[in-house]
């Protein structure tokens, strides 16, 4: 019963000057609402970079081409022309970690189907690349070594494409010209969403490599291969057998680097993680800046306070009150103080959150944990700022305290 007559005196205090006590939370609540929002856009920046490692495929390892370098200019990674078919094959023969993996040759084309056409990209895959970017078909077959080894006319659809050209129809089946070519349509690619760079990745038409090779552009290399390792733990030991067999096939010395790269589902999460620390980091920085300015303006006041009602001290004291409660009754006002802008700062927290998701298109989770961080984060400042000055009031002569006009 005494802590809640404590709590009852504490609130009295406080709202005998409102605005004076609003303004003194105002920090409070303004660093609170940055942990709450910073949390939310956090928890769901990562829930979001985890969507986006799973549509990149399952244990993905990439692998292109070097660079390319005349007269002291390099062209940059994939602008050498070392990866071939034979590299792609000879991989899935002799690499055990390596469960499947695919050519890529990619290109953009107009494409047109009755007096509709659309410019979209062209990959040149195997039926590998459906189990390494872990794509399932709505409708129809993938393409067999049968339709790689004759350069095949056939072609799979992605669901923007399929919209652009056959609206509400159905694609599956019909025919379609790139290039003027007429190409069948065998399959439409379950949706897929955009990538982790923003790209639309059903905007999309997947067909035999060796017939973009031969038939679309005139080349006999490949841009890039997309590879899945047998496990998530295979995938270091996927990379150095890859590299020891491509060394050796491409006759490279000790001395020399390679003439092509690899980048592992890991490193591309790892860079992801890292992008969303920093945000994370900056946010906390903004935050824990606002909640010092806070407490630092609890403080202030709590002096002010303990000043203004040094006779009322006196008094208590006169009839009785002793040390400890004096210090319990500032305490507990400077906690109840955080407390409310706490409450206010959880309320304005989730407001921003909501706002950032909807004006940016990022994602926010809301959690519990971050609201009771949020309340006990508060409670600590409170704490923390409000004992000097608790503890002071505590420690005043009753007589003088009487004296004091």
Same mark, same amino acid.
């Given at each position: 019963?005494?802590?809640?007559?404590?709590?009852?005196?504490?609130?009295?205090?406080?709202?005998?000057?409102?605005?004076?006590?609003?303004?003194?939370?105002?920090?409070?609540? /303004?660093?609170?609402?940055?942990?709450?929002?910073?949390?939310?856009?956090?928890?769901?920046?990562?829930?979001?970079?985890?969507?986006?490692?799973?549509?990149?495929?399952?244990?993905?390892?990439?692998?292109?081409?070097?660079?390319?370098?005349?007269?002291?200019?390099?062209?940059?990674?994939?602008?050498?022309?070392?990866?071939?078919?034979?590299?792609?094959?000879?991989?899935?023969?002799?690499?055990?970690?390596?469960?499947?993996?695919?050519?890529?040759?990619?290109?953009?084309?107009?494409?047109?189907?009755?007096?509709? $056409?659309? $410019?979209?990209?062209?990959?040149? %895959?195997?039926?590998?690349?459906?189990?390494?970017? $872990?794509?399932?078909?709505?409708?129809?077959?993938?393409?067999?070594?049968?339709?790689?080894?004759?350069?095949?006319?056939?072609?799979?659809?992605?669901?923007?494409?399929?919209?652009?050209?056959?609206?509400?129809?159905?694609?599956?089946?019909?025919?379609?010209?790139?290039?003027?070519?007429?190409?069948?349509?065998?399959?439409?690619?379950?949706?897929?969403?955009?990538?982790?760079?923003?790209?639309?990745?059903?905007?999309?038409?997947?067909?035999?490599?060796?017939?973009?090779?031969?038939?679309?552009?005139?080349?006999?290399?490949?841009?890039?291969?997309?590879?899945?390792?047998?496990?998530?733990?295979?995938?270091?030991?996927?990379?150095?057998?890859?590299?020891?067999?491509?060394?050796?096939?491409?006759?490279?010395?000790?001395?020399?680097?390679?003439?092509?790269?690899?980048?592992?589902?890991?490193?591309?999460?790892?860079?992801?993680?890292?992008?969303?620390?920093?945000?994370?980091?900056?946010?906390?920085?903004?935050?824990?800046?606002?909640?010092?300015?806070?407490? /630092?303006?609890?403080?202030?006041?709590?002096? %002010?306070?303990?000043?203004?009602?040094?006779?009322?001290?006196?008094?208590?004291?006169?009839?009785?009150?002793?040390?400890?409660?004096?210090?319990?009754?500032?305490?507990?006002?400077?906690?109840?103080?955080?407390?409310?802008?706490?409450?206010?700062?959880?309320?304005?927290?989730?407001?921003?959150?909501?706002?950032?998701?909807?004006?940016?298109?990022?994602?926010?989770?809301?959690? /519990?944990?971050?609201?009771?961080?949020?309340?006990?984060?508060?409670?600590? /400042?409170?704490?923390?700022?409000?004992?000097?000055?608790?503890?002071?009031?505590?420690?005043?002569?009753?007589?003088?305290?009487?004296?004091?006009?």
């Amino acid at each position: 019963m005494r802590l809640w007559r404590t709590i009852e005196m504490a609130f009295k205090a406080l709202t005998r000057n409102k605005l004076r006590s609003c303004l003194t939370m105002l920090g409070i609540v /303004i660093g609170v609402a940055v942990v709450v929002a910073m949390v939310a856009i956090g928890e769901g920046a990562k829930h979001s970079v985890q969507e986006i490692i799973q549509g990149l495929g399952t244990n993905v390892v990439m692998l292109m081409p070097g660079s390319s370098g005349r007269g002291g200019v390099h062209g940059g990674f994939g602008s050498k022309s070392t990866l071939t078919a034979e590299d792609v094959e000879a991989i899935l023969e002799e690499c055990p970690s390596i469960m499947a993996a695919s050519p890529v040759v990619q290109t953009r084309a107009q494409v047109v189907s009755g007096n509709k $056409n659309w $410019n979209t990209s062209i990959y040149g %895959v195997t039926g590998d690349f459906l189990i390494v970017r $872990n794509w399932a078909l709505s409708q129809g077959t993938s393409f067999g070594q049968s339709d790689i080894r004759r350069r095949a006319k056939v072609c799979m659809l992605g669901k923007t494409v399929a919209e652009e050209l056959f609206g509400n129809d159905d694609s599956y089946g019909r025919s379609l010209r790139i290039n003027n070519i007429p190409f069948r349509i065998i399959g439409v690619l379950h949706p897929k969403g955009g990538s982790s760079w923003g790209r639309d990745q059903d905007d999309s038409i997947l067909i035999p490599y060796t017939t973009v090779q031969s038939r679309l552009m005139g080349i006999d290399h490949l841009h890039y291969a997309f590879m899945s390792a047998v496990s998530d733990t295979a995938i270091d030991r996927a990379v150095e057998e890859v590299t020891d067999l491509l060394r050796r096939r491409h006759r490279i010395r000790d001395d020399e680097e390679d003439d092509f790269m690899t980048r592992t589902q890991l490193e591309i999460k790892e860079r992801a993680q890292a992008q969303v620390g920093v945000l994370s980091t900056t946010f906390a920085i903004v935050a824990l800046v606002s909640l010092v300015v806070g407490g /630092i303006g609890v403080m202030n006041i709590m002096f %002010v306070s303990v000043t203004e009602r040094t006779r009322e001290i006196g008094i208590r004291m006169a009839v009785g009150a002793k040390a400890r409660h004096i210090l319990v009754q500032f305490l507990t006002e400077a906690i109840v103080l955080c407390l409310v802008g706490g409450g206010f700062g959880i309320v304005g927290g989730v407001g921003i959150s909501r706002l950032v998701s909807q004006a940016m298109e990022w994602p926010s989770v809301i959690s /519990i944990s971050s609201m009771f961080l949020a309340v006990a984060v508060s409670g600590a /400042i409170g704490i923390f700022f409000g004992f000097y000055p608790a503890r002071r009031a505590s420690r005043l002569d009753p007589i003088e305290a009487l004296r004091y006009e």
